[in-house]
Every structure is written in C-alpha cells, then in structure tokens.
C-alpha cells in the first residue's frame, strides 16, 4: 500500500448485524443510544436497518436480514457483530477505483443505489477491514 495516500473521507457509522433489531436496540439504548433514524428497508441490499445515536460515541447502523438466509448470514453465524466501518464520499466512483488502485480492495457490493444513500460500495482492504462507501449528495 502507498501510505503517501490518504484518503480525505468523513467517518459515518459502524454497521452492526443482527437477528433482531428491536430486541438488540434495547441494549444500546441501555448504553444511552437513541434512534437517529426510521426504520428503513433495502429490498436491494435485503436489509432491514435503522441509525442509532449517543452523545460522545460513534454513530451504529443496526441491521438485520429480510429472510432467512441473507447478507448478515455469515457475520452472524461467525458471532461477528460490528462488520463494517462507513464513511462519506462526494465521488464514489472516484474513491473506490483509488482503494482498488492503491490498495488492492476487493470490491464486495458494486457500486448500487440504496434506500438511504445515493449510492452505496462495499470493499474490503487487505487487512480484512470491510470499508462502505456512502454517497448521500445526489450527484
């Protein structure tokens, strides 16, 4: 990796699987969360998930699948909760083909269209971290 290269990128939220989000939002509310967001569902992503917030900690993005075998399957039979790291793009297209180029990234979910973003791209870098880019401009 070039680590001349950094990326200029805001840091958006954890994604955080789960079989059950109203039973797992229990727990984060017992840790000062509060729903940041509505409920909202991805028929593309297959994903049911809402944004919690707390004063002083990182923004979650609490997710579950919509069926039984869905996207979250493999993080949650592995008991892996906190799955990926967001962060903001002005310029998806532009950011992804720079961490492929400069990284190696692996592209996991093309670049698509989503419920609550303008666009949306799962990578994962080579040290294993699974980066989502999120563009919320409509540009």
Do not use: W
């Not at 593309?44 to 996207?71: R, S």
Request: charged share 20%; glycine share 6%.
């Amino acid at each position: 990796m070039n680590s001349a290269l950094t990326f200029n990128l805001k840091f958006h939220h954890i994604g955080v699987a789960t079989r059950n989000i109203e039973k797992e939002l229990a727990y984060y509310k017992m840790l000062g969360y509060k729903e940041s967001s509505d409920f909202f569902c991805d028929n593309i992503q297959g994903i049911k998930g809402i944004f919690i917030e707390a004063k002083g900690q990182p923004t979650l993005e609490l997710l579950e699948n919509l069926t039984d075998k869905g996207p979250l399957t493999s993080c949650l039979e592995k008991g892996i909760k906190f799955y990926h790291f967001a962060y903001e793009t002005n310029d998806i297209e532009k950011d992804v083909a720079s961490l492929i180029a400069s990284n190696k990234a692996i592209v996991v979910v093309p670049i698509t269209k989503a419920t609550f973003f303008s666009k949306i791209c799962f990578l994962m870098l080579k040290n294993m971290m699974m980066v989502e880019l999120v563009q919320i401009n409509k540009g």
